[in-house]
């Protein structure tokens, strides 16, 4: 088993005992090298961006800018920098790769089927990903239990084989509720959307708000089948969740 696999499970058996910050400081501590968080900008990416720039954590925050996001983010992306006076740095598509894209199958193919869609989101945010983690020992993301029925069953903290580096998710325990109070009571920049329903905020051709009931993520790629609505940056070829499994930790435990 190799040493950084190790860490991992470590890792993974401490984090429930502990608040994100303290997942996060622990995981900062454990790791030699360069640990990269990639943000959306989204309500619990928010809340990790302000965990991470107010105790001065040696993290990289990084954003895929893929060309196609709301006003409403470029916006927040802005106030986030003002707020906390640090830079969120920035990964773009491929020019070429973006142009041969646009040639093959128009401004909007990725209407037209699921592997135009995933061609998209390759060029536009798999990659820049693989460039913005090159080098990289950890990488922390706000993926959580409850956003859909495929992250269930994921871990806290995994060795990425693929990637070659460890992979960690402080809020994996926490709801949506839970980070919302939370970042009201530390005044942490939201973005506007949000209020209109959009909870899951990607490209804005491909996000719309959802109705009352629905699951967080049915605003994602809503023409396609719900249960395995993913971009590609957590996902196996196949679709499904990167070495998940049945995780017994109370999801009550650690919220504050």
């Known amino acids: 088993m190799s040493h950084d696999r190790i860490l991992a499970e470590g890792l993974d058996a401490a984090f429930p005992a ?3 910050l303290q997942r996060l400081e622990r995981l900062a ?24 720039f107010t105790a001065g954590l040696p993290i990289d925050v990084v954003t895929l800018d893929t060309g196609r996001l709301f006003p409403e983010t470029y ?3 802005r106030e986030t920098e003002e707020r906390y006076g640090r830079r969120i ?3 773009y598509p491929d020019a070429q790769a973006l142009e041969a894209l646009i040639e093959d199958q128009g401004i909007d193919g990725f209407y037209f089927g699921m592997d135009m869609r995933k061609a998209c989101c390759g ?12 080098g990289a020992s950890g990488w922390v993301t706000g993926l959580r239990r409850d956003q859909s029925a495929n992250r269930e069953s994921l871990d806290f903290v995994t060795y990425d084989a693929a990637r070659g580096l460890v992979k960690a998710n402080p809020l994996f325990d926490w709801t949506r509720e839970d980070i919302r109070r ?13 209020d209109a329903g959009f909870l899951s905020i990607g490209c804005a051709p491909c996000t719309r708000a959802i109705a009352p009931g629905e699951p967080e993520r049915a605003g994602r790629w809503w023409w396609e089948d719900e249960a395995r609505k993913e971009c590609g940056l957590h996902v196996a070829p196949d679709g499904t969740a990167v070495r998940s499994r049945a995780v017994g930790a109370d999801p009550a435990l650690h919220r504050a």
């Open 89 to 91: 740095r920035a990964r």
């Open 182 to 194: 939370f970042n009201a009571a530390e005044n942490v920049p939201v973005n506007s959307l949000h």
């Open 123 to 134: 060029v536009r945010k798999v990659e820049p990903l693989a460039r913005a983690l090159a």
């Open 18 to 20: 502990l608040s994100p």
């Open 29 to 52: 501590g454990t790791l030699t090298g360069r640990i990269v968080f990639t943000t959306s900008l989204g309500l619990e990416d928010q809340m990790i961006t302000h965990l991470i």
């Open 75 to 77: 916006t927040l992306w």
